[in-house]
């Protein structure tokens, strides 16, 4: 059983340890990236968990659907999360200096810090919807939210009194207090 971890501070390994063993073995991962690094969700889907990876910018969602191209355990749905369902215009820094995996990319202009970016639409809908479509349990073991200050916003669109994940990791930001108001 794999025990690398991929994780930035270690979340994917503290998870894992202290996962309730009646957890049902799904991971949802909203802005997954390229699947491997900073990853909360990798180190699970090498031990054949079920994976829900959602990723706005086109080239990180195809790196996911490469590295898991022959997993059936493996979604990755190429979508920003909102409130709402639509279009939305999203910002990929393109400078390799001020950004390592195009991390500060977001939904917010102001959250790129560079003026070296490339917009593109991409759909977005509530993480609800996307739950929903996908049958994840209502259970389910791992949220992780990276949404580059879009975080509170996922966690908005989705109905935590219907859905109990049994771990919500999510980065900590501007909206902390908020997210933990929200949370509780």
């Given at each position: 059983?794999?025990?690398?971890?991929?994780?930035?501070?270690?979340?994917?390994s503290f998870m894992a340890?202290?996962?309730?063993?009646?957890?049902?073995?799904?991971?949802v991962d909203v802005g997954?990236?390229?699947?491997?690094?900073?990853?909360?969700?990798?180190?699970?889907?090498?031990?054949?968990?079920?994976?829900?990876?959602?990723?706005?910018?086109?080239?990180?969602?195809?790196?996911?659907?490469?590295?898991?191209?022959?997993?059936?355990?493996?979604?990755?749905?190429?979508?920003?999360?909102?409130?709402?369902?639509?279009?939305?215009?999203?910002?990929?820094?393109?400078?390799?200096?001020?950004?390592?995996?195009a991390m500060p990319s977001?939904?917010?202009?102001?959250?790129?810090?560079?003026?070296?970016?490339?917009?593109?639409?991409?759909?977005?809908?509530?993480?609800?919807?996307?739950?929903?479509?996908?049958?994840?349990?209502?259970?389910?073991?791992?949220?992780?939210?990276?949404?580059?200050?879009?975080?509170?916003?996922?966690?908005?669109?989705?109905?935590?009194?219907?859905?109990?994940?049994?771990?919500?990791?999510?980065?900590?930001?501007?909206?902390?207090?908020?997210?933990?108001?929200?949370?509780?």
């Open positions: 059983m794999p025990s690398t971890n991929y994780s930035q501070h270690g979340e994917d340890q202290h996962m309730p063993m009646d957890a049902s073995r799904v991971v997954a990236n390229d699947g491997v690094s900073w990853s909360n969700s990798r180190m699970f889907g090498l031990r054949g968990w079920r994976l829900l990876l959602i990723e706005p910018m086109p080239e990180y969602a195809e790196r996911c659907r490469r590295l898991y191209d022959r997993n059936p355990q493996v979604s990755v749905e190429e979508l920003a999360i909102a409130t709402e369902h639509g279009m939305v215009e999203f910002h990929i820094n393109l400078d390799a200096a001020t950004d390592q995996l977001s939904l917010l202009r102001h959250m790129v810090p560079s003026e070296q970016i490339r917009s593109v639409t991409v759909v977005c809908e509530p993480l609800q919807s996307v739950l929903l479509r996908h049958a994840i349990p209502l259970d389910f073991a791992v949220l992780n939210v990276d949404a580059e200050g879009m975080d509170l916003a996922v966690l908005r669109s989705l109905d935590l009194e219907m859905f109990r994940p049994r771990f919500i990791c999510v980065e900590e930001g501007e909206t902390a207090e908020e997210i933990e108001l929200h949370l509780t």
